[in-house]
């Protein structure tokens, strides 16, 4: 007798349990978008950071100082000399030249 109401309560919580799926945050974010048009609230809008102008003159002028002393530097690796600063002034000016571009770019 006991069983006979056990049996209904378990095909009861695990019809429960399977009718649950887990929403993936894109549907939530979907969501939200439609609530937030139905009530007329327009989209944020991507604001560009403010980029110093001074900094990028900067960095622009380094950059180009960096690279005006490459060609003399690879010459002499033809020599057999390697420079030993080479691959660090490399490493710098290109680590200068994503930086330039990234905030030209935004």
Do not use: C, Y
């Amino acid at each position: 007798m006991r069983t006979l109401w056990i049996a209904p309560l378990l095909l009861f919580v695990s019809a429960a349990a399977w009718g649950q799926k887990p929403v993936p945050p894109s549907v939530r974010q979907a969501d939200q978008a439609e609530e937030n048009a139905q009530r007329n609230i327009p989209p944020p809008l991507n604001q560009r950071p403010m980029v110093d102008p001074a900094k990028l003159r900067k960095d622009a002028d380094e950059l180009a100082t960096l690279a005006q002393g490459i060609p003399s530097e690879i010459d002499q690796t033809g020599k057999g000399i390697l420079p030993k600063d080479l691959g660090e002034k490399l490493k710098r000016i290109e680590k200068l030249a994503k930086h330039l571009r990234s905030q030209v770019t935004q």
